[in-house]
T-cell receptor, first 113, second 113 residues
Framework: SQTIHQWPATLVQPVGSPLSLECTVE??????LYWYRQAAGRGLQLLFY??????ISSEVPQNLSASRPQDRQFILSSKKLLLSDSGFYLC????????????FGQGTRLTVV | GENVEQHPSTLSVQEGDSAVIKCTYS??????FPWYKQELGKGPQLIID?????GEKKDQRIAVTLNKTAKHFSLHITETQPEDSAVYFC????????????FGKGTRLSVIA
C-alpha cells in the first residue's frame, strides 16, 4: 500500500534561518507531488506541485522554493525565513494531476519566531 | 482558472441534526468534486467524491449532490455525531488537463453534544 511521510511534525525557527521540509512517498511510482500551506483558520493554499523529477510548478511568488531530487521525494526550502512563513505545511500526492484522490501527509507545524 | 467558493466558514449543529456545506465553482468543464475532512493537527482525508456524470452519491450518513447547471455542489451529513467535528474542504478539478485540484477555504463544523 502507498504511504506518505512528512517530517518534522513541528518546527520552531528564528527569523532569517533556513528551512528544509522533506516529504517521501512509498508504494507508488511517478506520483504527482504537492506542497500546501494552511495558515491559522485559512484554507489550503497550493504552493508548488511537481509532475516529475526536476519539474516544479510554482503557484504563488514567495520566500519558498521546492525541489524534487528523486521520483518520490519532495523538498520545501527557504534560505531566510520570514515571520509570515509560519503555518501548517502539508505534502500530498496523487496518481494523476487533479481528478483522483489526493493523499496528504500529517503536516508540519512551522513557527517562525 | 478554476475558482471554488465554500460556505459557511463555520457551522454549529446539535448532535443528531443535519449539516449542509455548499460550494460553487467557476469552470463549467470541471468534472471531479471531492470532499475532504481534516481533524485537528492532521492532514485532510477524502470522505466522498462525485463525478460530473452523476447528480448524487451517498455513503452511509454522508451524501454529496451536484448541480452542473448552477455549478454548485453540496455535502450533507445526517444524524451528526461529535466525531464529525472537523474542518471540511470541497475541491474541484478544472479539467484543463494540467492543473491540480482547487480547494475551497474550508468549513469548521462543530457538533454539540
Amino acid at each position: 500500500s502507498q504511504t506518505i511521510h512528512q517530517w518534522p511534525a513541528t518546527l520552531v525557527q528564528p527569523v532569517g534561518s533556513p528551512l528544509s521540509l522533506e516529504c517521501t512517498v512509498e508504494g507508488t511510482s511517478n506520483p504527482n507531488l504537492y506542497w500546501y500551506r494552511q495558515a491559522a483558520g485559512r484554507g489550503l493554499q497550493l504552493l508548488f506541485y511537481s509532475v516529475g523529477i526536476g519539474q516544479i510548478s510554482s503557484e504563488v511568488p514567495q520566500n519558498l522554493s521546492a525541489s524534487r531530487p528523486q521520483d518520490r521525494q519532495f523538498i520545501l526550502s527557504s534560505k531566510k525565513l520570514l515571520l509570515s512563513d509560519s503555518g501548517f505545511y502539508l505534502c500530498a500526492w496523487t496518481l494523476t494531476l487533479g481528478n483522483t484522490e489526493a493523499f496528504f501527509g500529517q503536516g508540519t507545524r512551522l513557527t517562525v519566531v | 482558472g478554476e475558482n471554488v467558493e465554500q460556505h459557511p466558514s463555520t457551522l454549529s449543529v446539535q448532535e443528531g441534526d443535519s449539516a449542509v456545506i455548499k460550494c460553487t465553482y467557476s469552470d463549467s468543464a470541471s468534472n471531479y468534486f471531492p470532499w475532504y475532512k481534516q481533524e485537528l493537527g492532521k492532514g485532510p482525508q477524502l470522505i466522498i467524491d462525485i463525478r460530473s456524470n452523476v447528480g448524487e452519491k451517498k455513503d452511509q450518513r454522508i451524501a454529496v449532490t451536484l448541480n452542473k447547471t448552477a455549478k454548485h455542489f453540496s455535502l450533507h451529513i445526517t444524524e451528526t455525531q461529535p466525531e464529525d467535528s472537523a474542518v471540511y474542504f470541497c475541491a474541484a478539478f478544472g479539467n484543463s488537463g494540467n492543473t491540480p485540484l482547487v480547494f475551497g477555504k474550508g468549513t469548521r463544523l462543530s457538533v454539540i453534544a
